[in-house]
């Protein structure tokens, strides 16, 4: 055994290119790592947009030459917000995907050593092949960062060449109808092309000066190239199915430098992978064209479903209570709820700041305030009965909102940004939510004792379960076909120390166990996940992991791009210094047992 694995550890390092230093990728300060003048060649050719990245928390840091002791308290209070993040070429939205490689405090090292050597500034595919070819010609670890929103790290490197998407947003409305690129079909409906890197917000203020809207994210940062990599829920997912089900056609730079254009009919294979097969897998997305829909009326309304947590009850109310969210959702409730049994001051006058239920954030959408008010009275109806008068529920004015970006300028989500955590999320189909009721009770005391609240997302249902041709079309995670909630929850930890990162996985992987077991085949929700699944191809992909590894291995032979738990990471694995190595062996676990 020993033997032949090292022959083939040595087959793997003889045939490595030339340039790789044995089976690794080239990192700065290694031979294999291009000389200046080869960086200033590659300036050359993307006009001058090549940019050493400078350490946004240096400002706080005496030894660092951008200090700036004035202007440090400013920095630390734009790390606190999402947008912020988006606007730097380097900077992402959680501490601990950088590996905390420079805080904007001044009692953290700083060392920039998390970061991307160089970054790109693209506006044009030109300039994304240009960065694309550099990596592949050069063997050096690729990165593509639009927002910087993503939990799983995916979006920031050591050592890489990151291509930076954020500038490259020019919005295109297309009204009627629409020609696919490369075939004699045309779509008929309202639609919009955007670059790779656009927000959700220049989306929504650009159709809706057509009356129309797209299926959006939460946030106004939040960008159209992880989100619609990954699938996409929204408010509208009840009505138009994922994000990702909405694309008719995306351009995509090759890991091989082909400049495609994907769609039903042309490059089908790439089309289906890029739909839900994850960011920066297949190559980078220049151009997405989305379908757009007419604007609908939105109902806002917050609710509390709820009772006292002293009562010997409570458990059951709560799973009660979730158990009626796939009807709920398939009437038209949708949002962003959360589950509590000791509850919290929710800012509401009137309502208690202990309680144990189910809360939150919730619409419909084009119907009557009364039609919204219905649903509740015959929650609290039934929920009387059920907990004999002890629980009941409470609901704030509902309220009207004319348009989808109405709603959305009131409503985004405005969370804060810049903390080490970590997330773990299942979806839940009718059957975990309605069928055993002591069982889901189990599952669902398991992570909310342990976390305090799980939150509770009904944004799937019908529209999500038919649209993409049941799924068929794209490689969204199968379990979104029959998902009616996404549940997560997040869990902070101390920075800079691994034994509170592995203590608090430990925690929620035990927590989520039952869950985990009571969902076989439903999985995770990429976009919003655990960077410590066992098993992240079951988990993101199921049945659909095998045609995506395929695709990989066929669109990217030499690992041009390559992240964490993306399609195809097995054989691959970031060192302690940073750099990323070809394990030796045909995949890590037989390599571990050897
Ligand atoms: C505040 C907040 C709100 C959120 N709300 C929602 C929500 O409502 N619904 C939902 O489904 N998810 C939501 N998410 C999760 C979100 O979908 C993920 O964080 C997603 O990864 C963000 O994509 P991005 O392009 O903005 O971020 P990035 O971190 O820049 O990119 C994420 C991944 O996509 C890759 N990528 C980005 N652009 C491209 C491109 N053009 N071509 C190829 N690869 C690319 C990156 O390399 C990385 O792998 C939210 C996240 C946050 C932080
Ligand atoms: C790239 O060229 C521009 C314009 O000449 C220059 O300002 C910039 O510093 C160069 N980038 C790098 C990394 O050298
Ligand atoms: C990136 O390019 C955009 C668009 O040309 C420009 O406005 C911005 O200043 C550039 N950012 C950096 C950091 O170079
Ligand atoms: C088709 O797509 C290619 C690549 O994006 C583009 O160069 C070409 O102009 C497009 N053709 C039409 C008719 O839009
Ligand atoms: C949008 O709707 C408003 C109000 O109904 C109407 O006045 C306007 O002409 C519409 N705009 C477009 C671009 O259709
Ligand atoms: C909402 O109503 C508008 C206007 O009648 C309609 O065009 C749109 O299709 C409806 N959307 C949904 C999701 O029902
Ligand atoms: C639920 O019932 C209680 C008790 O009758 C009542 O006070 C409350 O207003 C009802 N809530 C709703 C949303 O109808
Ligand atoms: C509900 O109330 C009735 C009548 O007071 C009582 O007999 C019954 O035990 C109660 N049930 C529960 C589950 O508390
Ligand atoms: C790191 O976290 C562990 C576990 O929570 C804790 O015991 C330890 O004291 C922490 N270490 C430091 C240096 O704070
Ligand atoms: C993360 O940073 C620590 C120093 O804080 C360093 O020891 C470690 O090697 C880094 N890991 C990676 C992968 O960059």
């Known amino acids: ?83 912020w993040h988006s606007t730097d070429p380097v900077s992402v939205m959680y501490d601990n995907a950088a590996n905390w490689t420079c805080l904007p405090d001044p009692k953290d090292p700083c060392t920039g050593e998390g970061y991307p050597a160089y970054v790109i500034n693209a506006t044009t595919t030109e300039h994304v092949k240009a960065g694309v070819d550099f990596a592949r010609d050069n063997n050096i670890r690729l990165v593509v960062k639009a927002s910087g929103h993503d939990f799983l790290g995916r979006s920031v490197a050591p050592g890489s060449l990151s291509i930076w998407m954020h500038h490259y947003d020019n919005v295109e409305f297309h009204a009627g109808s629409f020609q696919l690129n490369g075939t004699d079909s045309v779509f008929e409906g309202d639609s919009i092309s955007c670059g790779g890197g656009t927000s959700m917000y220049s989306l929504y203020q650009e159709t809706d000066k057509h009356n129309t809207t797209v299926v959006g994210g939460g946030a106004k940062s939040v960008s159209v190239g992880g989100y619609i990599s990954g699938g996409g829920h929204s408010m509208l997912s009840p009505d138009y199915g994922l994000a990702a089900d909405n694309v008719i056609e995306m351009e995509v730079v090759t890991p091989l430098g082909d400049v495609l254009v994907a769609n039903k009919e042309s490059n089908n294979d790439l089309y289906w992978a890029l739909l839900g097969g994850g960011g920066s897998t297949f190559g980078v997305v220049t151009r997405f064209t989305i379908k757009a829909h007419p604007t609908p009326k939105m109902q806002f309304v917050t609710f509390m479903a709820a009772t006292s947590p002293s009562n010997p009850m409570a458990a059951d109310i709560v799973t009660f209570l979730a158990s009626q969210f796939p009807d709920l959702n398939d009437a038209g409730l949708r949002g962003y709820g959360f589950m509590t049994m000791t509850g919290f001051d929710t800012g509401v006058e009137g309502v208690p700041t202990e309680w144990a239920g189910i809360s939150g954030a919730f619409t419909v959408v084009n119907q009557s305030v009364e039609y919204t008010e219905s649903l509740f009275t015959e929650l609290n109806n039934t929920l009387l009965e059920r907990s004999n008068g002890t629980g009941s529920v409470t609901i704030l004015p509902v309220r009207t909102y004319n348009t989808f970006m109405e709603y959305f300028d009131e409503r985004f989500d405005a969370g804060n940004a810049g903390s080490t955590a970590l997330l773990k999320s299942r979806l839940l189909d009718r059957r975990v939510l309605t069928n055993d009721l002591d069982a889901l009770k189990a599952a ?33 995670n199968p379990g979104w076909r029959s998902a009616y909630v996404h549940a997560l929850t997040s869990m902070g930890f101390e920075p800079f120390n691994r034994t509170a990162e592995k203590e608090a996985q430990a925690l929620l992987k035990e927590a989520w166990e039952p869950m985990v077991q009571l969902t076989p085949g439903m999985g995770s929700y990429i976009n919003e996940a655990a960077y410590f699944e066992e098993n992240p191809a079951e988990t993101f992909w199921g049945d659909n992991y095998e045609r995506l590894l395929q695709i990989k291995r066929e669109v990217d032979p030499m690992d041009v791009m390559w992240c964490p738990f993306c399609v195809g990471h097995e054989h691959w694995e970031q060192r302690e210094n940073g750099q990323l190595c070809r394990l030796a062996g045909p995949s890590r676990m037989r390599f571990r047992e050897n």
């Open 1 to 83: 055994m020993r033997s032949a694995t090292l022959l083939w550890f040595l087959g793997t390092a003889l045939a490595a290119p030339s340039k790789a230093c044995g089976s690794c990728k080239a990192y700065p300060g290694t031979e294999a790592w291009p000389t200046r003048s080869e960086w200033t060649a590659l300036n050359d050719t993307i006009s001058g947009r090549l940019i050493q990245p400078i350490l946004p928390g240096g400002v706080c840091h005496e030894d660092q030459p951008n200090f700036d002791e004035a202007e440090c308290p400013t920095r630390q209070s734009e790390w606190a917000s999402y947008d």
């Open 444 to 476: 669902l005391m398991a992570v909310i004792n342990v976390r305090g609240l799980m939150h509770f997302y009904p944004l799937a249902g019908k529209a999500v379960h038919e649209a993409a041709n049941g799924g068929r079309d794209n490689s969204v």
